[in-house]
């Protein structure tokens, strides 16, 4: 399938008010930001953490997460902050880049807090005008946040700072079906091109004088917008996997090496095993009895 970008044009509009749905500036670098999260940036470091087995580190990561998910009492959710928090400190990675991964994850948090205290029902606990902001809203709104924040930066540090292919293989070594395997290594890497991609159909856009408004032009031009991308991710995925069919691909990716867990691999495994104890103790207070 081929696609006649030559005759896909995006019809100018009267310049004016610069505003709209999401071709803006802001909305723009939010999505960056959102595609970096899923970058290498933190990889190619030397610490405690990138020195760790990768199938342990996804392990690790994935029954903090299903803990921290179900956890609902603030003890439990404290010391996961805590804990996520020091292994970002053994991780060592810089505080710039970590603050706008999460700067972006709680401006979300942020519409909860503007929302859900408002919304819960429940004990009264202070009315601005019409609103009344309700103690069970403001618990609920706390835990998430905590939540939230505890899973991402454990997420960051345990993640991260392992590359996506050895995440792949870790993956694989821990007898995930190759399907699955394959489409979240592919999704991963290819966000970026899509995200390049819609960058530079929205500079095209821009350059033909286009704003976004609340009008029938408007919509057409992000359903246009919305099928070039869809039709080049298209394309893009036959020409990858013809390329994968000449290099002999036969539904499996094949590594030259092989993981080997260490000494310091055990004892950093036990040390966290006994760290999510003590968090599930705190959640359930009858597994110490």
């Excluded at 610490?47 to 996804?58: A, E, F």
């Excluded at 809203?137 to 960051?156: D, E, S, V």
């Excluded at 991260?160 to 293989?169: C, E, F, K, P």
């Excluded at 991609?197 to 408004?213: G, K, N, Q, T």
């Amino acid at each position: 399938m081929s696609v006649n970008r030559a005759n896909t044009r995006f019809a100018p509009t009267n310049a004016g008010r610069v505003g709209g749905l999401f071709l803006t500036s802001e909305a723009t670098s939010l999505i960056q930001h959102g595609v970096s999260m899923l970058d290498e940036a933190f990889a190619d470091s030397d610490s405690l953490i990138h020195r760790l087995d990768p199938r342990l580190k996804v392990i690790l990561a994935a029954a903090f997460s299903i803990l921290a998910a179900v956890a609902d009492r603030f003890p439990a959710l404290t010391f996961a902050l805590i804990l996520s928090s020091g292994l970002v400190t053994l991780a060592r990675l810089p505080a710039r880049a970590l603050f706008h991964r999460l700067l972006l994850v709680n401006g979300f948090v942020a519409l909860l807090w503007l929302m859900l205290p408002f919304s819960f029902p429940g004990e009264t606990l202070v009315r601005i005008g019409p609103l009344t902001a309700t103690r069970e809203g403001l618990r609920y709104a706390l835990l998430i946040t905590l939540k939230t924040n505890a899973i991402i930066l454990a997420g960051i540090a345990l993640l991260s700072t392992t590359h996506l292919t050895d995440i792949g293989r870790a993956l694989g070594s821990l007898h995930v079906p190759d399907k699955i395997t394959h489409i979240l290594l592919f999704m991963l890497r290819y966000l970026g091109v899509l995200d390049r991609e819609y960058v530079h159909l929205s500079h095209s856009m821009a350059a033909r004088c286009f704003r976004p408004r609340t009008n029938l032009h408007t919509y057409k031009s992000y359903a246009h917008m919305v099928g070039m991308l869809l039709l080049s991710s298209y394309e893009r995925a036959e020409a990858v996997y013809a390329a994968m069919l000449c290099r002999g691909f036969a539904g499996k990716f094949h590594s030259v090496g092989e993981f080997s867990m260490r000494g310091a691999d055990y004892a950093f495994g036990a040390a966290a095993a006994a760290a999510l104890l003590v968090m599930a103790t705190l959640q359930w207070d009858s597994l110490l009895f």
